[in-house]
């Protein structure tokens, strides 16, 4: 059996086997997934990655394939399978509540968008690279099924904590000119000497510029937010401008990516970020649907990442390594609210909450805390 698999519906077959055509080129163990139930069911078990081949009509098939739809449900399941939506020509994924329930979690998943002109070769290059990273990462053996031809994911190493110590020196200038408190406030510090590098991190940076990526929502003018931040790293750069390593100056130089504050643009950041070889660390995103989408990519990368404005508990509470942030979870505002009910003596609450992720989450803290102080509770979960 196949050891990557694509999954496709009847309409969009003859571009999945055009896509297998050229992901031959780079990977041996390859091929479409079987319209047979049984075989489908087995060969999902034993894969090493999903490519999910997704059109503009996608969301209104998928149910009408009991195979396919089976195929995915059962994919989903694993934790330890990567799943890649192949997004075909100007298709945008789906929002998640459009989903059938059991494949809500496909709208978080890395997305590639291929064309169907004479820019397929480039894309389909573009996602190999991709499915190299993620299949060296969790599948050795499925990494070696590649032929001679296959592209090796870029090596990284996790940054250091005394490179992250750099970084947050940087967010000071994030944080005036980000959030409102605290750039009201006139702060004085002493400067403290640059920390050194180790010398894993020297070797890797010897002749070269420390490059920080800023990953921002900066193409609505009607928000702010993407620009605010892009000030601040400008003004922390302005103070320490260098990192040094063994007495010598290295000057920082910014790549800035525009996000869009989309999740389909923070996955194309974090691409972006991961083909560049000199990226160690990213600051932002500033939006939840940035943030999410692409923490997974920045984790598999071993990028850092430190964010000044998302909330979503799921960032920190689901075992991301990459993600910091210097405002707190979403989580303490539900513990707040339940420490709130208890002063005011109300005993029983009813907690009203929707079913994706973050609705669970919130409504779970405001439960827990709410419990702790001896309240009742009486829940009801909606469907979106």
């Known amino acids: ?24 080129q780079y990977y ?27 059109d503009s009509q996608w969301i209104n098939h998928i149910a009408d394939d009991a195979v396919q739809f089976d195929a995915l449900t059962d994919a989903l399941r694993r934790s ?19 989903f059938p329930p059991e494949h809500r979690a496909l709208a978080y998943m890395s997305k590639v968008a291929i064309a169907e002109d004479e820019a397929f070769d480039a894309d389909a290059l573009t996602l190999a690279r991709q499915m190299a990273g993620y299949l060296k990462e969790t599948s050795p053996d499925g ?6 031809r296959a592209i090796s994911a870029k090596k990284r190493s996790g940054v250091p904590v005394n490179v992250l110590i750099i970084i947050v ?26 920390p050194r590098f180790n010398e894993t991190v020297s070797a890797r940076m010897a002749q070269r510029d420390f490059q920080l990526g800023v990953s921002a929502g900066l193409s609505n ?29 290295y000057p920082i130089d910014l790549l800035v990516q525009d996000n869009a504050c989309t999740a389909l643009g ?3 950041v974090a691409n972006t970020f991961i083909a560049s070889p000199d990226v160690l660390a990213v600051i932002g ?27 979503s508990p799921i960032l920190t509470q689901d075992n991301h390594p990459s993600f910091y942030r210097v405002i707190p979870s979403q989580a303490y505002h539900a513990v707040a609210s339940a420490q709130f009910a208890l002063q005011q003596g109300w005993t029983n609450v009813l907690v009203i909450s929707d079913e994706q992720l973050i609705g669970i989450q919130l409504a779970n803290a405001f439960i827990n805390a709410y419990q702790a102080g001896g309240g009742a509770i009486t829940r009801i979960s909606i469907e979106t």
């Open 169 to 194: 020196a940087l967010l000071f200038g994030v944080l005036i000119v980000a959030i409102p408190r605290i750039r009201n406030n006139s702060v004085t510090a002493t400067p403290t000497n640059t």
């Open 285 to 311: 995103a500033g939006c939840e649907e940035a943030c999410k989408s692409a923490v997974g990519l920045y984790d598999r990368a071993g990028i850092t990442t430190i964010s000044p404005a998302c909330t």
């Open 80 to 98: 330890d399978l990567p799943i890649i939506t192949v997004l075909v020509g100007d298709a945008t994924t789906p929002p998640v509540t459009q």
């Open 28 to 54: 041996q163990s390859i091929g479409l997934l079987s319209d047979d139930k049984q075989v489908a069911t087995q060969s999902i078990a034993v894969a090493d990655m999903l490519l999910v081949v997704m």
């Open 266 to 268: 923070g996955i194309d």
């Open 221 to 249: 003018r009607a928000d702010v937010r993407g620009q605010e931040l892009l000030n601040g790293v400008e003004l922390a750069l302005l103070d320490r401008p260098n990192v040094y390593i063994q007495d010598l100056a």
């Open 1 to 24: 059996m196949p050891r990557i698999l694509i999954a496709s519906l009847n309409h969009t077959q003859p571009f999945a086997e055009k896509l297998l055509d050229k992901l031959t």
């Open 143 to 148: 990494y070696k099924a590649q032929t001679g």
